[in-house]
């Protein structure tokens, strides 16, 4: 899963925990609801699972430095109430999500895994992508006219895994 990916899937987290409508946290709008919303799924997003602020920005449509600012003032906007509980609300939430998900242990048996699951290596080895899971990873290789399937492939696969991907 790319980072761009994961953000959104901690987005669709938050509108659906706090009740709003998917998609809405990119809008323009400056309502309140929609901003504590932001300020929680970019905090999820840097403190969690490390994504760059500039992949934050550009899934919410906001600057880079708007990101910075929610991580900065994080501690000091939990002590509002309102805050406080729509962030406990929604990090429950990611943490139940985040615990039923697994990791891999052995590169081998995730190689295995994926290759018994639809993923198909290609000779050419034009790209490779290194997919990561707990402290282990694996370079799947391929080629250029094969590599959005593979992609589609090892996500459908790994649904059930904790794992990021990146393109070499």
Same mark, same amino acid.
């Given at each position: 899963?790319?980072?761009? $990916?994961?953000?959104? +899937?901690?987005?669709?987290?938050?509108?659906?925990?706090?009740?709003l409508r998917?998609?809405?946290? /990119?809008? &323009?709008?400056?309502?309140?609801?929609?901003?504590?919303?932001?300020?929680?799924?970019?905090?999820?997003?840097?403190?969690?699972?490390?994504?760059?602020?500039?992949?934050? @920005?550009?899934?919410?449509?906001?600057?880079? /430095?708007?990101?910075?600012?929610?991580?900065?003032?994080?501690?000091?906007?939990?002590?509002? +109430?309102?805050?406080? =509980?729509?962030?406990?609300?929604?990090?429950?939430?990611? &943490?139940?999500? $985040?615990?039923?998900?697994?990791?891999?242990? +052995?590169?081998?048996?995730?190689? +295995?895994?994926?290759?018994?699951?639809?993923?198909?290596?290609?000779?050419?080895?034009?790209?490779?992508?290194?997919?990561?899971?707990?402290e282990v990873?694996?370079?799947?290789?391929? /080629?250029?006219? $094969?590599? /959005?399937?593979?992609?589609e492939n090892?996500?459908? @696969?790994?649904? =059930?895994?904790?794992?990021?991907?990146?393109?070499?």
């Open positions: 899963m790319t980072s761009k $990916d994961n953000f959104i +899937d901690i987005c669709n987290l938050t509108t659906s925990v706090l009740g998917k998609g809405s946290l /990119s809008h &323009k709008s400056r309502k309140q609801e929609l901003n504590i919303a932001r300020q929680i799924a970019g905090v999820i997003g840097r403190i969690e699972e490390g994504i760059h602020h500039k992949t934050i @920005a550009e899934v919410l449509k906001r600057n880079r /430095s708007l990101i910075y600012h929610y991580e900065k003032k994080h501690s000091a906007n939990y002590t509002w +109430d309102k805050y406080r =509980d729509a962030f406990n609300k929604v990090y429950m939430a990611y &943490k139940q999500i $985040d615990q039923t998900k697994q990791i891999f242990i +052995d590169k081998y048996y995730m190689k +295995d895994y994926l290759l018994k699951n639809g993923v198909k290596e290609n000779q050419k080895q034009e790209v490779c992508i290194l997919i990561r899971s707990g990873g694996t370079l799947i290789k391929t /080629s250029y006219m $094969d590599f /959005s399937n593979q992609l090892i996500k459908f @696969a790994l649904e =059930d895994y904790k794992y990021s991907m990146e393109i070499l």
